[in-house]
């Protein structure tokens, strides 16, 4: 008899009303800041990711579903949705004026990841990309906007925690301060953690 592939499931019954509801949701919130849905699609060519996620990163070396297609395309399945918006925002002209573009996405993603209880090869994620707005505020807005959207689920007990992995000025440093550590541990590593210690050590945290 047929199963579902490894890693993939079935929605049905209360677990799909969740999703739905979590998808209503979403839209609310979402679209009382501004924000409209955009929809891409699954496949891509290869090189969207390779560029943005990066050929270094573990997804584009080990997670990826990517295949030759009839045409002889390389093509993949897209692993996250930034890099699908942002080839849309471009191939539209979307920033042909200077009005902020403001989108939203919510669909299905697919990495080739080590199974584990709850993470699924075939995940659903959500995600928002602002354009033409690059401001302490935006930043705070799309904050407000994931609680929002968090309290409307009936989640009440919430703590953000804000990170920085420093300006483009002064990352490099701290690249180097993070090798230097981890350096002197080597012998604990495997292999692979040396590749990435040495091609992004933020990768490898």
């Excluded at 929605?11 to 969740?18: A, H, M």
């Excluded at 930043?139 to 959207?149: G, I």
């Amino acid at each position: 008899m047929a199963q579902s592939v490894k890693g993939t499931r079935d929605l049905f019954g209360g677990e799909l009303d969740w999703f739905q509801r979590i998808e209503d949701t979403v839209r609310r919130a979402f679209h009382r800041h501004g924000y409209s849905e955009i929809r891409t699609p699954i496949l891509e060519e290869i090189e969207v990711f390779k560029r943005s996620v990066g050929e270094s990163s573990d997804i584009v070396h080990k997670e990826m579903y990517d295949f030759f297609d009839k045409g002889k395309r390389h093509v993949a399945m897209r692993p996250e949705n930034t890099a699908g918006v942002v080839r849309a925002v471009i191939q539209h002209q979307l920033l042909a004026t200077s009005d902020p573009q403001l989108l939203y996405y919510i669909g299905p993603m697919f990495r080739y990841e080590r199974m584990q209880a709850g993470r699924y090869r075939q995940f659903w994620q959500i995600g928002a990309e602002s354009f033409q707005v690059s401001t302490p505020e935006s930043e705070a807005e799309s904050l407000v906007m994931l609680y929002d959207f968090l309290r409307e689920l009936g989640l009440t007990r919430l703590t953000f925690s804000i990170n920085s992995v420093g300006t483009p000025e002064c990352r490099p440093a701290f690249h180097e301060a993070f090798r230097a550590f981890f350096r002197t541990r080597e012998a604990e590593f495997c292999e692979d953690c040396h590749r990435r210690i040495e091609e992004n050590p933020l990768r490898f945290l």
